[in-house]
Every structure is written in C-alpha cells, then in structure tokens.
Nanobody, 127 residues
Framework: HVQLVESGGGSVQAGGSLRLSCEMFAHGDSQFCFAWFRQSPGKEREGVASIDKDGVPTYVESAKGRFTISQDSTKRFVYLQMNSLKPEDTAMYYC?????????????????????WGQGTQVTVSS
C-alpha cells in the first residue's frame, strides 16, 4: 500500500513562488517514478513534471525554466519548486507515483503511467 500526501499549495500573486511537497508512505524497498500533475475546472489533468528512478526530470513546455522537480536523498519526498507563477498555473496539483517497470514508450507525464495518487493541493495565482 502506498500513500502520497501533498502540501505547500496556497495563493500567491503573479510572479511569486511556491514549493509543493509530496511525502510518500510505502512499505518495502521498491523504487518509484514520480510526477506532478495539475487540473483546473473544465480542463483535463496535465502532467507538469516527472522524475524517473534515476532522477532524470521531464517538464511540460509551459513549465520549463520556471518549475523544478526534485527528490530528497531518501526518495520519500518529492518537491516541485514553482517560480514566476502565472494565473494560468492556477489548478489543483497532484503528486503521482509508480513502481512498475518502465515500458519502452514511457513518457513520464501520462496519467496511465501512474497508479498511486495523492489528494491534491490547490495553487491559486492572482494577476
């Protein structure tokens, strides 16, 4: 059983920063890939950033240069540092994790690639 708990969301003005945290509670010594997704009302859930088992990150184009995904040394915590926030970044942000072997067509930011999800943390950016 795996549990993901997000924190760090809030309300900021455009240009501000937030740091989201995701803590994973799991048994065993499996290795996980992680990702941050976001969803705003009326829109599909979008993969924002991912980090694979080797620590290699990927980002959606709109997040490049502004967001940074990282892990702590225990690999139980995953962070999303978000700088230069824009109103269009407003969404519920979800942490996701998966320990299955990575398929050849793994992209890192597809919903189907993750089988564990947190409850989400709200990010609101005002103009």
């Amino acid at each position: 059983h795996v549990q993901l708990v997000e924190s760090g969301g809030g309300s900021v003005q455009a240009g501000g920063s937030l740091r989201l945290s995701c803590e994973m509670f799991a048994h065993g010594d499996s290795q996980f890939c992680f990702a941050w997704f976001r969803q705003s009302p009326g829109k599909e859930r979008e993969g924002v950033a991912s980090i694979d088992k080797d620590g290699v990150p990927t980002y959606v184009e709109s997040a490049k240069g502004r967001f940074t995904i990282s892990q702590d040394s225990t690999k139980r915590f995953v962070y999303l540092q978000m700088n230069s926030l824009k109103p269009e970044d407003t969404a519920m942000y979800y942490c996701a994790a998966d320990s299955r072997p990575r398929p050849p067509d793994w992209l890192g930011r597809e919903i189907r690639e993750y089988n564990y999800w947190g409850q989400g943390t709200q990010v609101t950016v005002s103009s």
